[in-house]
């Protein structure tokens, strides 16, 4: 299973693709980052935030990368389709549910490393602007709480994508999907039917990552550990869903 | 490549069968296809083919039958790229991955040999373009490349799906000479192909598949002993010459006024004739040619 996973992450890191959506993950924690502004949802006011909660703020803004890792993980899947390398990959792996348990864990590898690259310049960069803007800077467990629920909401993403890929035969739709998904879907979700958008994929980022803190919503689940049980649990379904189909399927 | 000897597999079908909703793409197929000879795996587009090799590679789930390696599916096989190589049409390469990469990640997930990458790529001629990435690969390059992953293994079965499809004349001759050594280290080398001539050279068995069939399995030669050798006369007395010939045992027709062919060898014809006070004013050996048989005998199955 090492070899699978290794040949995995050798995947990852031998096509372009993957350089430009670190590069893309850096982007967005560098130009939407470290500012407090609404994530997603319209309802989602951005409201100067209380004092202590300054930093995580700055820090959850700076974590939107996920929905960058997630597209690598709908790639990692769906690539294999598109190009025919599925074929090869079968050959040497004959029991597909290798495979998809090794993409798994490949890319709970790769979103370990783009979260972890995208705090080392958020989390300074954070504190740069706020002490720029004369505020001060209060390292608390909310922060701690932040920056853990940041990383592992990276990785869950990734997960997801894995599952999306697994689902959503075609790369397009399956990327375009997920897109129209996170951007509109769960936008008019949360205007129209808040208790419900609370457990979507989103409203549960948003309670693992404390943005109801300081945009003043509500409705979002707490503790913020309830939000990651959540999202795997999206994550978890999707993928059993998704592999299940995926590993019967003829490759012709 | 190191020498094989001891480890010889034998590839058996045994009433395969593959439905696609209304389409029957391979039907009750049973066949045996022995170590050390190249086998040839014959017919038409659409024949079923691909499909066939699929459903022995475990890509596709046979409706019905099976497909074994020594009494064994191809994902019950402890080490498969160690034990079959398999070069599949329609494979493909990550475009912006690099040759040498695209078989690293083979060889990393199946615990190869570091090297074995590199020593493939020079076997089958694309060392120079080892770091190049696929993308910018000719037709011709990306076979190679296909056949390059098949030997990543070094396996002592090969199943190679029109590996001929893209090669320059001179790659074809090379790929020709490169099975026949294959097979004569003790391999088993199962070739498909659409196009007879291709093979003919190289091939010793045939399994001929026409609308998902099989038709035949024999092997070339005695393909050839049957079809190839026949008389075409051109006599007056043709009817005659007709006549003494099936008395003598050998199918004959006349085929048009003044003309006849035999399924005899020349000399047989003309010492007959020549017996019998018939003249005969041209005589001449008529050798089916192996294109004509294979069409002839894949048009004979109905759908
Ligand atoms: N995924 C599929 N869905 C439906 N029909 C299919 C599928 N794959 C193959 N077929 C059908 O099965 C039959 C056999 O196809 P196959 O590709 O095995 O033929 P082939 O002998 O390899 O032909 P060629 O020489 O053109 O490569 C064809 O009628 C084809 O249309
Ligand atoms: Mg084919």
């Known amino acids: 299973m090492t070899a699978l996973i290794r040949a995995e992450l050798f995947k990852l890191r031998t096509v372009q693709v993957t350089a430009w959506l670190l590069v893309a ?3 967005v924690v560098v130009a939407g980052g470290p500012r407090p502004r609404a994530r997603r949802s319209s309802r989602h006011r951005a409201r100067p935030a209380a004092g202590s909660a300054l930093l995580a703020v ?31 990959t079968f050959l040497v792996t004959p029991r597909r549910g290798r495979v998809v348990g090794a ?18 310049v958020a989390v300074p960069l954070s504190v740069v602007l706020i002490r720029a803007e004369g505020g001060t800077i209060i390292w608390d467990g909310q922060v701690a709480d932040v920056l853990v629920a940041a990383v592992l909401v990276m990785m869950l993403y990734g997960l997801l994508g894995i ?90 | ?26 039907h009750e197929l049973s066949a045996t296809v022995r170590p050390g000879v190249v086998t040839a795996f014959l017919g038409p587009n659409g024949a079923g083919k691909t499909t066939t090799l699929r459903m022995l590679l475990g890509l596709v789930t046979p409706s019905r039958g099976t497909a074994t390696f020594d009494g064994r599916r191809y994902d019950e096989l402890s080490h498969p790229v160690r034990q079959v190589g398999a070069l599949l049409e329609a494979t493909g390469f990550h475009p912006s991955r690099t040759a040498v990469n695209h078989l690293r990640t083979i060889a990393v997930a199946a615990r190869l040999d570091p090297r ?21 690969f000719s037709l011709g390059m990306r076979q190679r490349l296909g056949l390059a992953a098949a030997l990543l293994g070094d396996p002592p079965v090969l199943v190679l799906d029109e590996p001929a499809n893209g090669l320059d004349p001179h790659g074809i001759r090379w790929l020709r000479e490169f ?21 003919e050279q190289t091939a010793d068995d045939v399994l001929l598949l026409a609308h998902g069939q099989l038709v035949r399995q024999t092997s070339l030669s005695e393909l ?37 062919v035999a399924d005899a060898p020349p000399s047989v014809v003309g010492d007959l004739a020549a017996a019998h006070g018939i003249a005969v004013h041209r005589l001449v050996e008529s050798t089916v040619g192996l294109e004509d048989l294979f069409l002839t005998l894949t048009a004979d199955v109905s759908p």
């Open chain 1, 103 to 120: 993409k798994l864990a490949a890319l709970t590898i790769a979103g370990l490393v783009f979260a972890l690259v995208s705090m080392v």
């Open chain 2, 224 to 260: 050839r002993a049957e079809h190839a050798h026949g008389a075409d006369i051109r006599t007056p007395h043709a009817q005659e010459l007709d006549l003494l010939l099936t008395a003598a045992g050998y199918p004959s027709s006349v085929v048009g006024p003044g003309r006849l």
């Open chain 1, 25 to 27: 993950t850096l982007t």
């Open chain 2, 116 to 136: 074995a990458p590199g020593r493939v790529l020079e076997t089958v001629g694309l060392a120079d373009a080892a770091d190049r990435k696929v993308g910018g």
């Open chain 2, 179 to 199: 099975l026949c050594g294959l097979a004569q280290e003790g391999r088993t080398v199962l070739v498909s192909s659409h196009v007879l001539p291709e093979v």
């Open chain 1, 58 to 88: 700055a820090v959850a803004s700076a974590s939107a990368g996920e929905i960058i890792v997630m597209i690598m993980g709908i790639l990692a899947m769906s690539q294999e389709l598109r190009f025919g390398t599925a074929t090869s």
């Open chain 2, 1 to 26: 490549m190191t020498a094989r000897g001891d480890v010889a597999t034998t590839i058996v079908f045994d009433g395969l069968t593959k439905q696609f909703g209304q389409t029957h793409a391979v």
């Open chain 1, 163 to 252: 599952a999306i890929g697994a689902l959503v035969r075609n790369q397009i739709a399956a990327i375009a999907g997920s897109l129209t998904w996170v951007f509109i879907i769960e936008g008019a979700l949360a205007g129209l039917l808040p208790d419900a958008a609370r457990w979507s994929p989103a409203g549960a980022t948003g309670a693992a990552l404390q943005i109801g803190t300081w945009t003043g919503n509500q409705d979002m689940l707490t503790p913020w550990w309830l939000g990651l049980l959540v999202l795997a649990g999206w994550t978890v379904l999707i993928a059993v869903v998704g592999t299940r189909s995926a590993l019967q399927r003829d490759l012709t």
